[in-house]
């Protein structure tokens, strides 16, 4: 089981490097790695065993994170009907040799600001993405698939692509005026 000691924290090398691509058959080990990099944000998002384990509610894990310098991550965004029950999730899964095809110059970024499950500080700061992405990708058995994502899930993938290219979100931060948003960036 993923906990958060298994996550490496930023100044560890492995988070600055360039993932390598997976190779498919996957061998049995990375398989079973990738499903618990999913159970992990799952188990994170279950506020019993997130509280008995110590973890952070995690929405996205990037192989790297773990100290795999692989591409792959795993994404598990829930959704909530108006009464505020949980319902399917939005986006739950994981992704190898991901790529992003095409991509909007409209942009996004959340008002708030981002964080990280490898970075134990506030790092203020709009960090604004493409509002829209057209993403190309592996399954778990190695079938192609091609994903189109806007908003929040646009977000969320792409922090964790950055991941496998060694880029932190705060890379994206404009150091002078970390809040001031160009017009081209909407808020969300
Ligand atoms: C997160 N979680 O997982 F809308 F159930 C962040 C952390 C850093 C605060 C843990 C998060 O946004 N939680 C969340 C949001 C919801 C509903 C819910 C939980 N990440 C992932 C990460 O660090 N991956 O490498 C940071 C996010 C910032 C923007 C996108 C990903
Ligand atoms: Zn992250």
Same mark, same amino acid.
């Given at each position: ?10 100044? $560890? ?18 398989? =079973? ?7 992990? #944000?799952?188990?994170?998002? @279950? ?24 591409? #792959? ?16 999730? #939005? ?15 409209? !942009?996004?970024?959340?008002? =708030? ?17 493409? !509002? ?6 592996? @399954? ?21 692509? @950055? $991941?496998? !290219? ?5 890379? $994206? ?8 948003? !160009? ?6």
């Amino acid at each position: 089981m993923i906990t958060m000691k298994d996550i490496i924290m930023e100044g $560890h090398p492995t988070l600055r490097q360039v993932a390598e691509p997976v190779d498919f058959p996957l061998s049995p080990e990375l398989k =079973e790695r990738a499903q618990e990099m999913l159970t992990f #944000l799952i188990n994170s998002q @279950d506020d019993e065993i997130a509280e008995q384990y110590g973890l952070r509610a995690g929405v996205g894990l990037a192989a790297p994170q773990i100290n795999l310098n692989k591409q #792959l991550f795993a994404v598990h965004i829930p959704d909530f009907d108006e009464d505020g029950n949980e319902i399917e999730p #939005l986006l739950s899964t994981i992704l190898f040799n991901p790529k992003i095809k095409s991509h909007s110059v409209q !942009k996004i970024a959340l008002k =708030e600001g981002e964080g990280c499950l490898s970075v134990d500080r506030e790092v203020p700061g709009l960090v604004p993405r493409p !509002k829209k992405i057209r993403l190309e990708y592996q @399954d778990i058995d190695g079938q192609k698939h091609e994903l189109r994502l806007r908003d929040y899930e646009a977000i969320v993938c792409q922090h964790e692509l @950055d $991941h496998l !290219k060694g880029i932190m979100f705060y890379d $994206h931060i404009d150091p002078l005026q970390p809040w001031v948003a !160009k017009e081209d960036t909407e808020l969300l």
